[in-house]
T-cell receptor, first 112, second 116 residues
Framework: QKEVEQNSGPLSVPEGAIASLNCTYS??????FFWYRQYSGKSPELIMF????GDKEDGRFTAQLNKASQYVSLLIRDSQPSDSATYLC????????????FGAGTRLAVHP | EPEVTQTPSHQVTQMGQEVILRCVPI?????FYWYRQILGQKVEFLVS????????KSEIFDDQFSVERPDGSNFTLKIRSTKLEDSAMYFC??????????????FGSGTQLSVL
């Protein structure tokens, strides 16, 4: 059974700080990794994807991947109250490219 | 910006009844998916669909479930005889056909199914 694990939180950070969200996965053969943001009662929204070891930056977001440790993280710089949401880590677990396995999500609360 | 649309937003049904959830994927996307999320739980994969056939399905997707692309725009999920435990938010998603791009799923706003 392929698993994706996240700390459920809540992770509470002050406005302007860096929020660090972590995720581990069980399938060493996984190749593609995604971070989705989900506001309460809404659908998941793709914010980052990463395929290679190392860092990938997009605006205030940085995804980090370490395949040897089976670990992927998301850093949010200059956190804003509007970043308060649940962040879902997802890993491609299908035979091809078409099945995402989600973690339970980490709830982030950014307080003014 | 193109988006995946789902109807209805809420569906209430009696146990044992059939329901059909409808989705219009993004127009140039060729991969389609259904996921569900029981309140407070993980987003779970149900089924993926490509080239008019199921490409992968989970153990949740048993004989009570079926999917169909009845025309060039709609993608439907049918539950033949609903159970109480089918109550969940059902998300439709779609992705492009290009390699690696087809892994980036875009989700609709969901249908909240309540089985009484």
């Amino acid at each position: 059974q392929k698993e994706v694990e996240q700390n459920s939180g809540p992770l509470s950070v002050p406005e302007g700080a860096i929020a660090s969200l972590n995720c581990t996965y069980s399938d060493r053969g996984s190749q593609s990794f995604f971070w989705y943001r989900q506001y309460s009662g809404k659908s998941p929204e793709l914010i980052m994807f990463i395929y290679s070891n190392g860092d990938k930056e997009d605006g205030r977001f940085t995804a980090q991947l370490n395949k040897a440790s089976q670990y992927v993280s998301l850093l949010i710089r200059d956190s804003q109250p509007s970043d308060s949401a649940t962040y879902l880590c997802a890993v491609n677990g299908g035979r091809g490219y078409n099945k995402l396995i989600f973690g339970a999500g980490t709830r982030l609360a950014v307080h003014p | 910006e193109p988006e995946v649309t789902q109807t209805p937003s809420h569906q209430v049904t009696q146990m044992g009844q059939e329901v059909i959830l409808r989705c219009v994927p993004i127009s140039n996307h060729l991969y389609f998916y259904w996921y569900r999320q029981i309140l407070g739980q993980k987003v779970e994969f149900l089924v993926s669909f490509y080239n008019n056939e199921i490409s992968e399905k989970s153990e949740i997707f048993d004989d009570q479930f079926s999917v169909e692309r009845p025309d060039g725009s709609n993608f439907t999920l049918k539950i033949r005889s609903t159970k109480l435990e089918d109550s969940a938010m059902y998300f439709c998603a779609s992705s492009e056909a290009l390699t690696r791009s087809n892994e980036k799923l875009f989700f609709g706003s969901g249908t909240q199914l309540s089985v009484l």
